[in-house]
């Protein structure tokens, strides 16, 4: 593939790697996958990650785990232990990789999760992000002392404010509040350093925060929500965007709608990466890729997890269900979900069972294919697949389309899975120019190209 077809000015690719662990993506019962609770799997992962000279690693979160017809749904990787430390671990075994962990805005407080962040980023030397995300389901509220769940249109708004709380608790220390003077004994430049104070419906917090500026100033802030209010949020606070759109056609859509939504809040475009998790199998031919790619498809969409996707559909246990036969005859069962637990999948198809379950059944009969077949098709989300060359070429004209900024790998096998890309493909985007040969900045807003946000004086929120 010749390189004449990049276009200058182009754009630098941004990557990053998500360690799987709460969702079918992982095949663990493949002989190359590891473990996904010893610090060794963490541990190669990231230092894989940073050969690559990757962006971060990603941690996704599993507050509960799942449940389907009553018992622990273990057909995928399930669970996932502390975030925090497991990236202060990694900490010390990495120099340059960021860290980036998800923590729910639900069930925890302002307080606690922004002194956890900027511990993180003071141990890792400005590598610390966080994912904000928000929870909606009473079956994992019942793990908390607050019970239960918020609705979903406070969702975003508990969302926003405990972000901004968090933002006013790292913005009360200034960079020069420390000043360790010893041979005057003073310690601090100012004696209110850390005092804050917050106050709206959802938050009412003032006092002194205990953690000094950190190298970052604040740690990096994701968003993975994609509805009109997710989007709302990333416009207005984010630095960056988990995203599940990672191809050309969904991709630059989601690309135009957020980048947008900036001018609104006085924000560049440059202000806001977007970066959607992808797949990639590879092989020595597209040929060899393609058939991996299958086999892959089939491990992740085993029988009997297609059968546990078709009773969350059909909202019904079924036991004796031959998954690679037909789909069950009848409707699926109005209601609440009574299977599974836990799922975001049950949700987002539950609203409009019956319908989809038609179209499967369609898609089953016009291409002759079984209800897992089906299945495996339907939530498949679509990767990189090729030769090294066929990858590097699919991933530059994402972002060079204005699709992406970049991405986020998830690959199939952990923790091993990186490495097949850092060894091919890696060294192709490097000679064409569009990713780094090496860090030029020591934190993650250097890798990332943002800037290092300055304090603003502590605030009280509005009522």
């Given at each position: 593939?010749?390189?004449?077809?990049?276009?200058?000015?182009?754009?630098?690719?941004?990557?990053?790697?998500?360690?799987?662990?709460?969702?079918?993506?992982?095949?663990?019962?493949?002989?190359?996958?590891?473990?996904?609770?010893?610090?060794?799997?963490?541990?190669?992962?990231?230092?894989?990650?940073?050969?690559?000279?990757?962006?971060?690693?990603?941690?996704?979160?599993?507050?509960?785990?799942?449940?389907?017809?009553?018992?622990?749904?273990?057909?995928?990787?399930?669970?996932?232990?502390?975030?925090?430390?497991?990236?202060?671990?990694?900490?010390?075994?990495?120099?340059?990789?960021?860290?980036?962990?998800?923590?729910?805005?639900?069930?925890?407080?302002?307080?606690?999760?922004?002194?956890?962040?900027?511990?993180?980023?003071?141990?890792?030397?400005?590598?610390?992000?966080?994912?904000?995300?928000?929870?909606?389901?009473?079956?994992?509220?019942?793990?908390?002392?607050?019970?239960?769940?918020?609705?979903?249109?406070?969702?975003?708004?508990?969302?926003?404010?405990?972000?901004?709380a968090a933002q006013t608790l790292w913005d009360s220390w200034r960079d020069d509040d420390v000043i360790a003077d010893k041979a005057a004994g003073r310690f601090l430049r100012?004696?209110?350093?850390?005092?804050?104070?917050?106050?709206?419906?959802?938050?009412?917090?003032?006092?002194?925060?205990?953690?000094?500026?950190?190298?970052?100033?604040?740690?990096?802030?994701?968003?993975?929500?994609?509805?009109?209010?997710g989007r709302e949020f990333a416009a207005a606070q984010a630095d960056a965007i988990f995203s599940r759109h990672g191809d050309l056609e969904t991709g630059t859509r989601f690309?135009?709608?957020?980048?947008?939504?900036?001018?609104?809040?006085?924000?560049?475009?440059?202000?806001?990466?977007?970066?959607?998790?992808?797949?990639?199998?590879?092989?020595?031919?597209?040929?060899?890729?393609?058939?991996?790619?299958?086999?892959?498809?089939?491990?992740?969409?085993?029988?009997?997890?297609?059968?546990?996707?078709?009773?969350?559909?059909?909202?019904?246990?079924?036991?004796?269900?031959?998954?690679?036969?037909?789909?069950?005859?009848?409707?699926?069962?109005?209601?609440?979900?009574?299977?599974?637990?836990?799922?975001?999948?049950?949700?987002?198809?539950?609203?409009?069972?019956?319908?989809?379950?038609?179209?499967?059944?369609?898609?089953?009969?016009?291409?002759?294919?079984?209800?897992?077949?089906?299945?495996?098709?339907?939530?498949?989300?679509?990767?990189?697949?090729?030769?090294?060359?066929?990858?590097?070429?699919?991933?530059?004209?994402?972002?060079?389309?204005?699709?992406?900024?970049?991405?986020?790998?998830?690959?199939?096998?952990?923790?091993?899975?990186?490495?097949?890309?850092?060894?091919?493909?890696?060294?192709?985007?490097?000679?064409?120019?569009?990713?780094?040969?090496?860090?030029?900045?020591?934190?993650?807003?250097?890798?990332?190209?943002?800037?290092?946000?300055?304090?603003?004086?502590?605030?009280?929120?509005?009522?």
């Amino acid at each position: 593939m010749s390189t004449t077809a990049h276009s200058e000015p182009v754009k630098q690719i941004h990557i990053a790697a998500h360690f799987p662990g709460v969702n079918n993506t992982t095949v663990w019962s493949d002989p190359e996958a590891g473990s996904h609770i010893e610090f060794d799997s963490f541990r190669t992962f990231a230092q894989e990650a940073e050969r690559g000279k990757f962006d971060f690693l990603f941690l996704a979160e599993g507050l509960r785990l799942r449940e389907q017809n009553g018992q622990i749904y273990d057909l995928d990787v399930v669970g996932r232990p502390d975030t925090f430390t497991i990236l202060s671990a990694l900490a010390a075994v990495t120099d340059r990789l960021g860290l980036a962990g998800t923590i729910n805005s639900t069930f925890n407080e302002p307080y606690e999760v922004a002194r956890q962040f900027a511990s993180l980023d003071h141990l890792s030397a400005g590598r610390a992000a966080w994912n904000v995300v928000t929870s909606w389901d009473e079956f994992t509220g019942e793990n908390f002392r607050r019970g239960g769940f918020l609705a979903e249109e406070d969702r975003y708004g508990r969302a926003e404010s405990f972000l901004s709380a968090a933002q006013t608790l790292w913005d009360s220390w200034r960079d020069d509040d420390v000043i360790a003077d010893k041979a005057a004994g003073r310690f601090l430049r100012r004696p209110d350093a850390g005092a804050y104070s917050y106050h709206d419906r959802f938050f009412d917090i003032e006092g002194r925060f205990n953690v000094p500026r950190s190298p970052q100033g604040r740690p990096v802030v994701f968003q993975a929500g994609d509805s009109d209010a997710g989007r709302e949020f990333a416009a207005a606070q984010a630095d960056a965007i988990f995203s599940r759109h990672g191809d050309l056609e969904t991709g630059t859509r989601f690309y135009a709608d957020v980048k947008r939504r900036l001018a609104k809040y006085s924000r560049r475009r440059d202000e806001l990466l977007i970066l959607p998790a992808v797949t990639f199998v590879l092989g020595d031919t597209d040929a060899e890729a393609a058939d991996a790619a299958a086999r892959v498809r089939l491990a992740q969409v085993s029988a009997a997890t297609a059968t546990r996707f078709i009773e969350q559909l059909w909202n019904v246990a079924l036991p004796d269900f031959d998954a690679d036969g037909s789909f069950p005859s009848f409707d699926p069962v109005e209601g609440e979900s009574t299977v599974s637990k836990g799922r975001a999948s049950v949700r987002m198809l539950g609203r409009e069972a019956a319908e989809v379950a038609e179209q499967w059944r369609a898609i089953a009969a016009a291409e002759g294919l079984s209800a897992r077949e089906v299945v495996a098709k339907a939530f498949h989300r679509g990767g990189l697949v090729g030769s090294p060359e066929t990858v590097a070429h699919q991933l530059n004209e994402l972002v060079q389309s204005d699709a992406a900024d970049g991405v986020i790998l998830a690959p199939h096998i952990t923790p091993g899975g990186l490495t097949p890309f850092v060894d091919k493909v890696i060294p192709i985007l490097q000679e064409w120019g569009v990713y780094r040969t090496d860090y030029d900045g020591t934190t993650l807003r250097d890798h990332l190209g943002l800037t290092r946000p300055e304090p603003t004086t502590s605030r009280e929120a509005a009522s």
